[in-house]
């Protein structure tokens, strides 16, 4: 008698199926419904590709662009115009957008009345010295708090940034009481380039975008040049600097901006008139002027700071975004 496999579900008899094929009837697929995808926008894309919706685009668009651009441009523009203008015309109204007789007199009385020369020069030699002091201190100290990783760096890192919270006013007179008796050494800083270099260079803003550059940078560069026998120093130099011109960028503009345009600091610690910087030398001698005369001194004033911006510009959002994301 042969031996019968009866499987449960199929009549005695019945060969069974073929091994690897299933003849089990498998229930029809049902057509997937096309969902329509909702654009949660004010002008959805098949609008655009309308030509009602192109028009409207590029108007939009044209109208968003002019008038934030001359939001921006305008003042500069009407400065420039203003220092070309007699002072009767330039009081006159209503005003007129273009010079009657374009002259260029403002600007020569600016520079022989103000002295502009002098003072060009003592800004230029504060806003110079506090960029190396800057580089040479914050580097130094931004390198430290991401690759040696010193003990309580991140109580000092947090100690830094809380003075950021503090409203520059507060500090104000604290810090012209240091600068006028120097703590340890007793020395009087007043009138003294040192007053405003040390102030800029203690910025835990400038030493924050460093860290977070220099966490971005893989440690495997740092661990072959210390296989090489660098020293952290050395690799610092070498290895660091090179590859961190974006942040060294944003953190020149910042600096030198920053000591350029300050008023308040430097008409503290800077009495003496031969040592005065542009802004305070302006502001000192505007009402013995007249207006186009002091509009010409603004735009001269302004040139140094705009050649600076359009040197390192392309560093700005480079710098910026660098230490965002790592990988």
Do not use: C
């Not at 031996?3 to 199926?17: D, E, L, Q, Y």
């Amino acid at each position: 008698m042969s031996n019968i496999t009866i499987t449960p579900g199929r009549p005695a008899g019945t060969p069974p199926a073929p091994a690897g094929k299933d003849h089990r009837r498998r229930a029809p697929r049902r057509p997937r419904k096309t969902m329509n995808t909702q654009f949660r926008t004010v002008v959805s894309p098949h609008q655009l590709n309308t030509t009602r919706g192109r028009i409207i685009y590029w108007i939009v668009l044209v109208v968003v662009v002019v008038s934030f651009t001359a939001a921006f441009v305008f003042p500069l523009y009407w400065m420039i115009t203003g220092a070309m203008k007699s002072a009767e015309e330039l009081n006159a109204i209503p005003p007129t957008f273009l010079p009657e007789h374009i002259s260029f007199d403002g600007y020569l009385e600016a520079w022989d009345l103000l002295g502009l020369g002098t003072l060009l020069g003592n800004t230029a030699l504060y806003a110079g010295g506090a960029w190396l002091l800057t580089l040479a201190i914050d580097v130094t100290a931004a390198y430290a708090l991401s690759k040696l990783r010193p003990i309580f760096g991140k109580v000092i890192l947090a100690l830094m940034l809380a003075t950021l919270m503090i409203p520059p006013m507060v500090i104000m007179l604290p810090a012209y009481l240091t600068v006028k008796d120097l703590p340890i050494f007793g020395w009087n800083l007043l009138n003294t380039p040192w007053a405003i270099w040390l102030p800029a260079a203690a910025n835990g803003f400038n030493i924050f975008l460093l860290k977070r550059f220099f966490d971005s940078i893989p440690r495997e560069l740092l661990e072959a040049a210390e296989i090489d026998g660098a020293s952290p120093g050395r690799t610092l130099w070498s290895v660091v600097m090179p590859i961190s011109r974006p942040i060294l960028g944003v953190v020149s503009i910042l600096t030198v901006v920053n000591v350029w345009r300050d008023f308040v600091w430097p008409l503290l610690v800077l009495p003496d008139s031969e040592k005065m910087s542009i802004s305070i030398g302006i502001a000192s001698l505007s009402s013995q002027m007249p207006q186009n005369v002091l509009i010409a001194s603004l735009v001269i004033a302004s040139i140094p700071t705009m050649v600076v911006f359009f040197i390192f510009q392309r560093s700005i959002m480079a710098g910026l975004t660098a230490g965002s994301l790592k990988g």
